[in-house]
């Protein structure tokens, strides 16, 4: 159940930050942290979902860049200044909202750990989800322009506990590899801003602009959910697992003594 799972993600959090605590304090020990090959740092299964999620918000972005002014100017005959305040729109919102959001995000975590990160991340992508199948129904430029302040707060919602958790990980393995960590971001974000809108306008031409956003558009938020629900269980069940092989060693000790 839900709260079951809560209590062991708690309790996966308490015996992880141990056990990060006791790296951390190893490693600033020494004069020089541990390098991470930049392959197998990709390869984390932390890196690779919070990349994949990367990778599926910004084709949103990008396909919404590509399609709306298209839409807009079809469908509203929306001039070129009015279009442009698609584009002011996002911008304004997540210049004046990203610092808040991210204390409140920051504070959030750090009170109730690691399960807070992944409630906020999938209410962010249920909040655009919603925006985002709600905007292929719009039916004035007003209201596209009302979704669209939705959907640059939901994304938020899910961009910046995202873009943290790259630096958490290697915070918390005491790694020298935050650089390396980040490249892997950009590089993701890079490739969605890159390919996402010449196939949204292919797609817009193809199949229309309800089916291209309210249909695949869409279904990319709720990949990105079963992604976040999947690393959760995943880290769960490894450390269960380690628990379990932990309980066993101590018994096979306390035999072996008698």
Request: a neutral charge.
């Amino acid at each position: 159940s839900l709260s079951e799972l809560e209590k062991d993600m708690t309790l996966v959090d308490n015996e992880s930050n141990d056990s990060q605590n006791s790296h951390i304090q190893d490693f600033s020990s020494s004069s020089k942290k541990p390098d991470m090959p930049l392959w197998k740092l990709a390869f984390q299964w932390q890196v690779l979902s919070a990349s994949i999620v990367t990778l599926s918000t910004g084709m949103l972005i990008g396909s919404l860049e590509g399609v709306l002014p298209l839409y807009t100017k079809d469908r509203f005959n929306a001039s070129a200044s009015k279009i442009g305040l698609l584009f002011v729109l996002n911008g304004s919102v997540a210049i004046l909202l990203s610092p808040l959001a991210g204390w409140i995000i920051d504070k959030l975590i750090n009170r109730y750990k690691e399960i807070m990160r992944m409630y906020i991340e999938i209410v962010g992508l249920a909040l655009a989800g919603c925006s985002v199948l709600v905007l292929g129904f719009s039916t004035s430029f007003g209201m596209t322009l009302a979704i669209e302040s939705w959907l640059s707060f939901a994304i938020l919602l899910v961009n910046i506990p995202v873009m943290s958790s790259f630096g958490d990980f290697v915070n918390g393995l005491g790694l020298n590899s935050m650089a390396q960590c980040y490249g892997i971001y950009n590089v993701f974000w890079a490739l969605s801003s890159s390919v996402a809108p010449p196939i949204a306008t292919f797609l817009y031409t193809r199949i229309g602009y309800r089916a291209t956003v309210s249909g695949i558009l869409s279904s990319l938020c709720a990949i990105c959910i079963i992604v976040i629900l999947g690393d959760s269980i995943a880290r769960l069940f490894r450390r269960r697992e380690n628990t379990h092989e932990q309980v066993q060693e101590t018994q096979i000790g306390s035999v072996q003594g008698f």
